[in-house]
């Protein structure tokens, strides 16, 4: 398919490995649009939980499990319809495995740089803990945070494999402070893209 717009970078990594916090650094310091799919999809059970579809959706992602793969894309193919073909992309939290990256892929565009943020299991946990006594998504409570983690095991080693074979991704260790993993990040996103 043809590219629809110049650039775009997705980033991956298991719940609380700093998606949000450096996906945002990236759009400032780039001037790109921010997509966090999770918000997403969070947003729109909110706006629709009268229907069915989405109640059920609520549901599923409450319990830690993953959205269905078809109304992810629509989702984001729909939010990509509303940003201007010559602005940069920064989408947070997508995809989850390979099956989303070549749905992605066949539907959308192949990404310019997959940034993956490497973090210890147990320090993922102490951060999930630590923000839901600070806000508390409806997903952060023990059971689905076991349930998102368990997930992320087993779908991150062949997604990461799949981006590396086709020499789109760079890895980066998160289990540091923010500002040294963005640093890092920012040094190889002024050379893979600019
Ligand atoms: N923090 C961040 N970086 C830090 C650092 N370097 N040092 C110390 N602390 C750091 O960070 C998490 C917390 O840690 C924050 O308090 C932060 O200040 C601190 P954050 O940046 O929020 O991490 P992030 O990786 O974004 O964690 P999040 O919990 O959002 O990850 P999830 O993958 O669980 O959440 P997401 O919103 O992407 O997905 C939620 C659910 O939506 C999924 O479980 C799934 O059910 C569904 N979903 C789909 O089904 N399909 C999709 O494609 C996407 C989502
Ligand atoms: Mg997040």
Redesign the pocket.
């Known amino acids: 398919p043809t590219r629809p717009r110049p650039k775009i970078i997705l980033v991956i ?10 996906s945002l650094k990236i759009a400032e310091r780039y001037g790109f649009q921010y997509i ?4 997403l ?1 969070r947003k729109k059970i909110h706006s629709a939980s009268s229907n069915r579809k989405w109640s059920l959706i609520a549901k ?2 409450t319990t ?4 269905p793969q078809e109304t ?1 894309i629509t989702e984001i193919k729909q939010k990509l319809m509303q940003i201007p073909d010559e602005e940069g992309i920064v989408i ?5 495995d390979v099956a ?1 990256a070549l749905s992605f892929e066949d539907q959308i565009c192949t990404p310019d740089l997959v940034v993956f ?1 490497a973090c210890a299991n147990q320090r993922l946990k102490e ?2 803990l ?2 839901a006594e ?1 806000q508390g ?1 409806p ?1 952060d409570n023990l059971k689905a945070t076991q349930r ?1 983690l368990m997930n992320f095991k087993q779908n991150a080693a062949p997604l990461v494999k799949y981006f590396q074979e086709k020499g789109l991704i760079m890895t980066f260790d ?1 289990d ?3 500002d040294e ?1 963005f640093y890092d990040i920012s040094v190889a996103v002024d050379n893979k893209l600019f």
Do not use: M, W, Y
């Open positions: 990594g298991g719940p609380g490995s700093g998606k949000g916090t450096q966090s799919v999770g918000e999809l599923i992602i830690g499990e993953l959205a992810t947070d939290g997508f995809p989850r989303q943020l951060r999930l630590k923000r600070q998504r997903d998102r998160a540091r402070d923010e993993v």
